[in-house]
């Protein structure tokens, strides 16, 4: 009787080193994993796989020797399934990576950049009336107004390289620029309308954001090519996005769920949408898992792929000029295409200005460069860039 409590308790204490060493060992790995980036579906295999193994010796320690056998084939055939469900998501992930993708990482930079050989900025058919040569004022803003802002200072600021990462002409997304113009980094960001909380933030700073308008353009939504839907109306958007319709089929469409992607807080095009939904509390967005910085998995807001069923947004010209997407179509809203003329003519019902926008700035030129931003030839700019100027006469 002794001689068995004794072996119990050794079988016990065993138990407790092996499961001890088998977590250690698991957290390690998870741990290592985590660093490198591996998705939350294989760290979570990671762990399954630790607690069945610590699971596994446990048994093996109590359970008779006739019945090694059978453990010794299950714990094969947990291994073979795990093997088999880790494939089938690398497979599946493929797949999904292989979806076109419609996001600011598409645009090359380098073609919209000042006074670079081979540039796409529009040109002023005569020389600049306003030329700056010293206190530049520092411009940020938007992903999509790069390409105009860019042109602005190709016509006035003294000719030299402008990194669009650091210079005085950069370009790092409307929720960035906005901190930026807060925090005095920047003079000038052009973008669209800032959010609540960009506007509570600059409160808070004791600033105050003046917003002036120097152009028109079309918030746009848009399709996968295949999909048979070509417009919605204003209140089925709403319906769509606050998830009241959920299927392609109560639009016209096909029997399809409707994936209905949306930009991170703070962007442009997702205070658009705020906007435009007057109250109704936006559906939860669908999201991916990015690595950090710092290494690890973090979830964001997912960018738009072209799944057959999805619906995405953005501005006219940032998803027609910038991304020259043929695999996306544009939607018809309220029975109105997005273009120019539906823009000047105020037909179409998702036309909004974009702004200057200012937080005090006590440098001398940035009035000069507004003021000269709403002449004749600013206007040109905005016109001849893709965009709508304010002087829809011209």
Same mark, same amino acid.
């Given at each position: 009787m002794a001689k068995q409590a004794g072996e119990i308790i050794v079988k016990i204490i065993l138990s407790i080193a092996a499961v001890c060493g088998i977590a250690f060992a698991g957290l390690?790995?998870?741990? #290592?994993?985590?660093?490198?980036?591996?998705? @939350?579906?294989?760290?979570?295999?990671?762990?399954?796989?630790?607690?069945?193994a610590a699971i596994f010796v446990i048994l093996f320690m109590f359970i008779t020797s006739r019945l090694h056998r059978i453990l010794r084939w299950s714990l094969l055939g947990i291994i073979i399934?795990?093997?088999?469900?880790?494939?089938?998501? !690398? /497979?599946? =992930?493929?797949?999904?990576?292989?979806?076109?993708?419609?996001?600011? @990482?598409?645009?090359?930079?380098?073609?919209?950049?000042? #006074?670079?050989? $081979?540039? =796409?900025?529009? !040109?002023?058919?005569? +020389?600049?009336?306003? =030329? %700056?040569?010293?206190?530049?004022?520092?411009?940020d803003g938007a992903t999509a107004l790069y390409p105009l802002y860019a042109a602005f200072a190709q016509a006035v600021y +003294?000719?030299?390289?402008?990194?669009?990462?650091?210079?005085? /002409?950069? /370009?790092n997304t409307t929720p960035e620029a906005y901190k930026n113009l807060i925090e005095g980094k920047v003079d000038l960001i052009f973008a669209a309308a800032p959010? *609540?909380? @960009?506007?509570?933030?600059?409160?808070? &700073?004791?600033?105050?954001?003046?917003?002036?308008?120097? $152009?028109? !353009?079309?918030?746009?939504?848009?399709? &996968?090519?295949? &999909?048979? /839907? *070509?417009g919605l109306t204003? !209140? @089925?958007?709403?319906?769509?996005?606050? $998830? *009241?319709?959920?299927n392609w089929s109560e639009v016209g469409g096909e029997n399809k769920e409707i994936r209905a992607f949306q930009r991170p807080e703070g962007s442009g095009s997702q205070t658009m949408l705020q906007k435009i939904m007057e109250g109704r509390e936006l559906a939860e967005a669908p999201s991916e898992d990015v690595v950090s910085g710092m290494g690890g998995i973090i979830q964001r807001t997912a960018d738009y792929r072209n799944h057959k069923n999805a619906l995405g947004f953005s501005f006219l010209f940032y998803a027609t000029e910038m991304v020259r997407n043929g695999d996306i179509r544009l939607l018809e809203m309220d029975g109105v295409t997005p273009n120019r003329m539906t823009i000047v003519n105020g037909d179409y +019902? %998702?036309?909004?200005?974009?702004?200057?926008?200012?937080a005090g700035s006590d440098n001398p030129n940035v009035d000069k460069l507004i003021e000269w931003i709403l002449s004749p030839q600013g206007q040109e700019l905005i016109e001849k860039t893709g965009y709508t100027p304010l002087q829809s006469g011209r």
């Open positions: 390690v790995i998870y741990g #290592f994993t985590a660093l490198m980036g591996i998705d @939350q579906f294989n760290s979570a295999l990671i762990l399954i796989g630790t607690g069945a399934i795990a093997a088999l469900a880790s494939a089938g998501h !690398e /497979v599946w =992930k493929a797949y999904y990576n292989s979806i076109p993708v419609v996001s600011d @990482q598409e645009v090359d930079m380098d073609h919209y950049m000042p #006074f670079r050989e $081979g540039s =796409k900025l529009a !040109e002023l058919s005569e +020389p600049s009336s306003l =030329k %700056l040569t010293s206190e530049l004022p520092r411009l +003294p000719e030299r390289e402008y990194s669009y990462k650091d210079s005085e /002409v950069m /370009v959010s *609540e909380p @960009q506007k509570a933030a600059a409160r808070r &700073n004791g600033l105050e954001l003046k917003l002036t308008p120097i $152009g028109r !353009e079309a918030f746009v939504f848009f399709v &996968n090519a295949d &999909n048979p /839907v *070509e204003t !209140e @089925q958007l709403l319906g769509i996005y606050s $998830g *009241e319709i959920t +019902p %998702l036309a909004s200005e974009f702004y200057a926008v200012t």
